[in-house]
């Protein structure tokens, strides 16, 4: 019997509420990259990419060396690790051309990567090899015998596979490092990878350097593979990455003049509020119009109408509560909602 393989995770309701944030925000990074000094901010952010994921694996390099080198520039430095930086330059030079669903451009990425760093370069481990914390091993992978037929079935899931980008992307990377497929070099083409996928689902993450959060954030990054690995479950490590992604978008995207929310839904939802509001999504405006046409509709009402869950239109009306956008206004069962920003 053919039985396709899937990697075992679940999606959590913060997983599903990160993806429509996520989601919202693309558009505004990639005006903000649209603008005129967009050119050196891909180049700023491409610095702190290679940074990050390399200094994750220990390399020491500042992002003014990293830039240098980049440059053409002479800098003092362990060889080691200036030949770690060019690897990395030429590879996310490779970023357009390299498919995320073949399995011969993961080789080809890790031979450039590794080249004059690993004697197995392009090739999959021939040993057994484990993650280490000090000396205690906090993960034994799996034997190499079975490392191709493993890799084939998780690029087999990854290009048949009907979940979001955004989540594949991390089931993806977390499934990469437990196979960890390479003697050396699994980390900085896991995060490379992840990358690639889900430039499939918009450009704009070629220029978004996740990597720097994950360096700032790296025991937690630890702490969620592992936590994934004890649950046999990577759910813990779904919604650390993708609340990853989503900070760096808000961190990134910056003030942008060209950036105002444009009023989907006019005479309806003041521009004044689409403006303080900025990463409130537009699912989240879409059930306050709603709420503003008819004051008593209930959540299951507004489901229906906008093709949701009742529970997902609950946390929508929880932001605008929150926000002081709208009041209740008796009972749950009898009373109205009153919207108290109406200009």
């Not at 015998?145 to 977390?174: A, G, M, N, T």
């Not at 046999?232 to 808000?250: A, G, H, Q, R, W």
Request: charged share 25%.
């Amino acid at each position: 019997m053919n039985t396709r393989y899937t990697p075992p995770f679940t999606i959590s309701a913060e997983a599903i509420s990160l993806i429509a944030e996520i989601s919202a925000q693309i558009e505004r990074y990639a005006i903000r990259l649209e603008q005129s000094d967009g050119l050196k901010l891909r180049k700023a952010n491409r610095i702190k990419t290679i940074h990050s994921s390399l200094a994750i694996e220990g390399n020491a390099l500042s992002e003014d060396q990293v830039s240098d080198i980049i440059e053409g520039k002479q800098v003092f430095a362990p060889t080691r690790q200036i030949q770690e930086v060019k690897n990395a330059i030429k590879t996310y030079d490779l970023y357009r051309s390299l498919n995320p669903f073949k399995v011969s451009d993961l080789l080809r990425a890790h031979g450039v990567m590794m080249e004059a760093l690993s004697d197995d370069a392009g090739m999959f481990r021939k040993g057994s090899v484990g993650v280490f914390n000090g000396n205690e091993c906090i993960h034994l992978a799996p034997s190499a015998q079975r490392v191709p037929l493993l890799i084939d079935e998780l690029f087999s899931w990854l290009k048949s596979s009907k979940d979001h980008l955004l989540i594949r992307s991390c089931v993806f990377h977390y499934e990469f490092e437990f196979i960890h497929p390479f003697s050396d070099g699994n980390g900085r083409i896991g995060r490379l990878w992840q990358s690639l996928i889900l430039g499939k689902l918009h450009p704009i993450f070629e220029y978004l350097p996740i990597e720097n959060l994950v360096y700032a954030n790296q025991q937690q990054y630890y702490d969620a593979i592992n936590e994934s690995s004890k649950k046999n479950d990577c759910s813990p490590f779904i919604d650390f990455m993708l609340n990853e992604i989503l900070n760096t978008i808000k961190r990134h995207k910056g003030n942008c003049s060209k950036c105002k929310v444009p009023n989907k839904v006019p005479n309806k939802v003041p521009n004044k509020l689409l403006n303080d509001f900025p990463d409130f999504s537009d699912s989240t405006w879409n059930v306050l119009r709603l709420i503003m046409q008819d004051p008593h509709a209930s959540a299951i009402a507004l489901g229906e109408r906008l093709g949701t869950s009742d529970r997902m239109i609950r946390k929508h009306i929880s932001l605008l509560k929150s926000a002081d956008i709208i009041k209740r206004i008796g009972s749950n069962k009898k009373g109205y909602w009153e919207v108290t920003i109406t200009e």
